[in-house]
């Protein structure tokens, strides 16, 4: 029997059901994908400024996972904390500090803005966000530490060690630090100092500072900088692509 006008009519209008419910249902699903990956696996950001030179420079972007955080000694934490903060931060690692939040989107908002942060390459957002203030640094001094700056280069005795040795001793990654050379009677108190006196770190404190060591601030003038304000670690820069490479 020959199909009428009607069945076809009827057939395409299915069909086009069909197609539409698909798509949508492949949407949901790699939203969702990308909502539980930026929240909870990776997350882009891009370098602000250029504190971290030469190691990243002014627009590099990079991958941070939020698994790297620090674990307290609080009682209250459960299972679910201490697996979603598998990772282990050694010195030296690259962190993405949070800074104090002034207010605070809700899961879906950060997630969304991420998400469009990751697709534009940091370009746009689509919900402001006061709290969104941070920055990268490197982190050198851990709880119990003992930490002084002499020349700009970071002197660390770890805790329950008895001799100090350089960040570049210590470190298991191999950077570079930006100094220049100040001219002869320059007064050190103008700009950032390249020394520090001795400062024993206390639970949950560390010490986190610039590759830019002269134009930069950090904990010299921080002082020690609470865990919990830790977002992160730095993984992955994927922008430029030219310079794409393990952090």
Not at 56 to 66: C, I, N, Q
Not at 199 to 211: A, G, K, P
Not at 222 to 244: M, T
Request: aromatic share 14%.
């Amino acid at each position: 029997m020959m199909q009428t006008v009607i069945d076809y009519s009827f057939m395409l209008r299915q069909k086009r059901r069909k197609a539409f419910f698909t798509y949508l249902l492949f949407a949901v699903v790699v939203l969702s994908v990308l909502i539980l990956l930026q929240n909870f696996l990776l997350f882009s950001v891009d370098v602000a400024s250029e504190s971290m030179q030469p190691t990243l420079a002014k627009g590099d972007v990079a991958f941070v996972t939020p698994l790297a955080k620090p674990l307290t000694a609080d009682t209250d934490q459960s299972f679910v904390d201490k697996l979603f903060h598998s990772i282990s931060i050694k010195r030296g690692d690259l962190i993405l500090l949070q800074a104090e939040p002034q207010t605070k989107l809700n899961k879906f908002k950060t997630a969304t803005n991420r998400i469009v942060r990751f697709l534009t390459f940091q370009r746009l957002s689509v919900f402001s966000d006061l709290s969104d203030n941070y920055c990268v640094r490197r982190v050198l001094a851990f709880p119990g530490d003992t930490v002084y700056m002499k020349d700009f280069v970071v002197y660390v005795k770890p805790a329950g060690e008895d001799h100090f040795l350089t960040e570049y001793e210590l470190s298991a990654l191999h950077y570079d630090v930006k100094t220049e050379k100040l001219p002869d009677g320059w007064n050190n108190t103008i700009g950032f100092a390249g020394n520090m006196e001795q400062v024993v770190l206390r639970e949950n404190q560390y010490m986190f500072f610039s590759d830019d060591r002269y134009h930069c601030s950090d904990s010299r003038l921080w002082g020690s900088v609470s865990g919990n304000l830790i977002a992160g670690k730095l993984v992955l820069r994927y922008w430029p692509f030219q310079s794409v490479s393990l952090l």
